[in-house]
Each structure stands twice: as C-alpha cells, then as structure tokens.
C-alpha cells in the first residue's frame, strides 16, 4: 500500500482564470488532452474513468502525464494514430491511419505544477533509471517490488495446472510446491508485462502517474494543436 506522504507548498495559486501561478514552482509535468481550456481550468484533471488501464495505481484517481513536452509527443502517436510510442503497430488496435483512440478534436497541451503532489515515474519505478530511447530494456532489471508490477499482478489470476504443464512438466507433487510455482508464474507474467510497456511505451512517454486531483489553479495551457480532420477522418 502506498503511503500518503506529507508535503510543504512552495507557491501560491493565483486568482486570475488562466491557471497560473504567481511564483514558480519546481516540478511540472504536461497532458495531451481533447478538452479544451474552458473545461481544464475550471475543473482541472480528476482521474481515469477508464478501467482498462493496467497501470490505474491511484484508482479513478489516477492522472496520467508526461515529464516533458517530448513525452507528449510520444503518447500522441498512441492516443491519435494507434500507434505505439516506439513507431509499432498498437496491439489490438487498428493500423495507422485509422480511426484514433479519441474523437475527431483538437487537442491540448497542458502544463501544470505538480508540486506537494503524489506521482510516480513510471520508468524509475519499475527499475529502468538509466533507460535510453531505441536501446533494448534488460528483462532482468525489472524490479518485482515495485508498484507498478504489483497492481499488475493484482490483475493476473492464477494459473491453471493445465497453464502450467506447458512451461513447467511434470508439475510437482507436493501442494505447498505446486502453489510457490503459481505464484512464481503470477509474477513472472506480472514482470513481463511491466518489461513490454517500459520498452514500448513508458520509456517513449516518459509517462508519470500522479493521484489526483489536480486543481485548476495548478494548471495552464502549453500548447494549442488543431487537428486537421481529413487526415483523421480518411
């Protein structure tokens, strides 16, 4: 379980509509979003409503964003041309240039201060600190404590023994060893999953996971990008 941890403010939230601060703050991280500012600055970012995502780590309080504006970019291949972020095609999903993830809209880039906050860096975490775009992710630095791989493996049920007889023949007979091998296998499935994301999207969205909610008064508008809807739409 996570522990709330306790924060000291560093600025003050300004009055004005347009979400910024009077003094800086230290940390900001960016959103690609399809609402446009007159909704985010007065409502700011609650959470994830969808509960597909295996990395919900705050629950529908689960914001997702990026650690810098090139890390937007990444996750736009994503959200807008079903694409992973390393160029791939999205598994289960339609080739490029079909229809995107999202609706024909234009899209926002905010940026928002994510001081006293509680976030992860999904990379860090996972255990890729020194992880390079384009270069191949060492299966074995995957780290089976953190939290990324457990609310993975909370999502993975126990395998079958009949699962099991594929990679390991003959099972054993003891109960107790029988069971130590499904959980190995459990976390085994868990870690191999963090592994495929980290190499093919986090690494690329430089992807942070911050609980929520972020109040309006953090949050400005970075960049406007006005889709072109024929491109979309063909």
Known sequence: MLSRKKYTFNHDSSQASDGRYRRLGDVYFYRLDFRPPAIILRDGFSGSTDGSWMNLIYGTHTVFCSRSPRGVAGFACEALLHRNADGSNSSGRSPLGKAPIYASSDAYVYKFCADGLEYIN??????????????????????????????????????????????????????????????????????TKAWRYAQSAALYTEEMIVRGPVEPGRIGVYQYLPLVRRYLDR
């Open 122 to 191: 999904v990379m860090h975490n996972i255990g890729y600190h020194n992880a390079v775009r384009g270069a191949a992710l060492s299966r074995g630095d995957v780290d089976a404590h953190s939290v990324m791989v457990q609310s993975i493996l909370g999502q993975i049920p126990a395998p079958s023994d009949a699962a099991l007889k594929w990679d390991y023949d003959p099972l054993p007979g003891d109960p107790a060893e029988l069971e130590k091998l499904r959980e190995t296998d459990r976390l085994d499935s868990a870690k």
